[in-house]
Nanobody, 116 residues
């Protein structure tokens, strides 16, 4: 059974940092690109960062370039999102996903709130 369990979110002041984790199971993790997405209230889900199956190629949405870093541990079947210099507009629920699996396996996500 495919499962994604996100953790590490919380309330942080502007300029602060958080590290999100996503434990994946139920599929061959090492074969799939992994993405982090976020969805803010009233907005559509947005692709934030992506990492190839080997952990070499990465891509980011322009709004987080230079501030966020995606990484993965193919032994632990876990993908991470290190977030620095956080801004109020980063406030959202963050999800990880393997797009190659198709729809239907979204986890609950982890809430990130950036506020003073």
């Amino acid at each position: 059974q495919v499962q994604f369990v996100e953790s590490g979110g919380g309330l942080v002041e502007p300029g602060g940092s958080l590290r999100l984790s996503c434990a994946a199971s139920g599929f061959t993790f090492t074969s799939y690109r992994m993405n982090w997405y976020r969805q803010a209230p009233g907005k559509e889900r947005e692709l934030v960062a992506s990492i190839g199956s080997a952990g070499i190629s990465t891509n980011y949405v322009d709004s987080v370039k230079g501030r966020f870093t995606i990484s993965r541990d193919n032994v632990k079947n876990t993908v991470y999102l290190q977030m620095r210099s956080l801004k109020p507009e980063d406030t959202a629920v963050y999800h990880c996903y393997a797009p190659g699996l198709g729809p239907g396996y979204w986890g609950q996500g982890t809430q990130v709130t950036v506020s003073s």
